[in-house]
């Protein structure tokens, strides 16, 4: 049976947004693509779409109507994970979700480490919280390394998978903000980070995210320019 019509409520910079938009490309979804400004959210978003006015969020099936008429009778879902997973299920075949129930558990797994031993701390570090140091993310690095299987392309093996999906986005907003200089923090953190991570010790981990990062479905949902000039104007540092 062909998945209903799936109206996605996004904003291009928004890493858990981009989870869900990554997912709708590895699995060539057909979709309505609606763009929330963050800092200005139309009223009408949190009464008919998401009451707790994030983003992503997802309208499946219901009448083919606008975006911001967003009709009772379609499912409105939320959470970036969540939906990640949702897409899998509607398009079994892409496998970003994987049938072997071994597998999908180290794809979750390897989200939750991800999970608690990174995205948790990519914006401390670049907000300058004392607490979250250079070192603090190496941690992450290396917790998210030791889990890579040796010779395999990706988190859980050569198929890309949710896994994947769920840890790009913010790896690839990290490393934006400390190429260009973006950020509260000290400097010194920002380049003991970007010497450390050239150690041959990560040469696993830097393969793996430099896969990720060439990953058709990543470029094509990754929108830079807007990402950084956000981030400027979130702290204040000018191009």
Avoid at 207 to 228: A, C, M, N, P, W
Wanted: charge should be neutral; include cysteine; aromatic fraction near 12%.
């Amino acid at each position: 049976m062909a998945p209903e019509q799936i109206t996605l409520y996004t904003a291009k910079i928004c890493p858990y947004a981009q989870r869900t938009e990554i997912a709708l490309a590895e699995v060539g979804a057909t979709f309505k693509r609606y763009e929330i400004d963050l800092a200005n959210k139309p009223e009408w978003y949190a009464p008919k779409v998401n009451p707790a006015s994030k983003v992503p969020a997802i309208a499946y099936g219901g009448p083919d109507v606008a975006p911001e008429d967003a009709s009772p009778d379609s499912i409105k879902l939320a959470e970036s994970l969540i939906l990640v997973e949702f897409i899998a299920d509607l398009y079994p075949s892409s496998n970003i979700l994987p049938a072997d129930p071994v597998l999908r558990a180290k794809a979750r797994f390897f989200i939750e480490i991800v999970s608690s031993k990174f995205t948790s701390n990519w914006m401390k570090f670049a907000s300058g919280n004392p607490e979250v140091t250079h070192t603090t993310l190496l941690n992450g690095v290396d917790a998210i390394q030791d889990i890579l299987p040796d010779g395999a392309k990706y988190a859980i093996g050569d198929q890309y998978s949710i896994a994947d999906i769920a840890f790009t986005p913010f790896w690839a907003r990290f490393m934006l903000v400390l190429q260009k200089g973006i950020g509260s923090y000290k400097d010194e953190e920002r380049k003991n980070f970007l010497k450390a991570i050239e150690d041959p010790k990560f040469t696993k981990f830097n393969g793996y995210v430099q896969r990720l990062l060439e990953r058709q479905s990543f470029k094509s949902t990754f929108h830079e320019d807007i990402v950084e000039a956000v981030f400027r104007r979130r702290f204040g540092v000018p191009k």
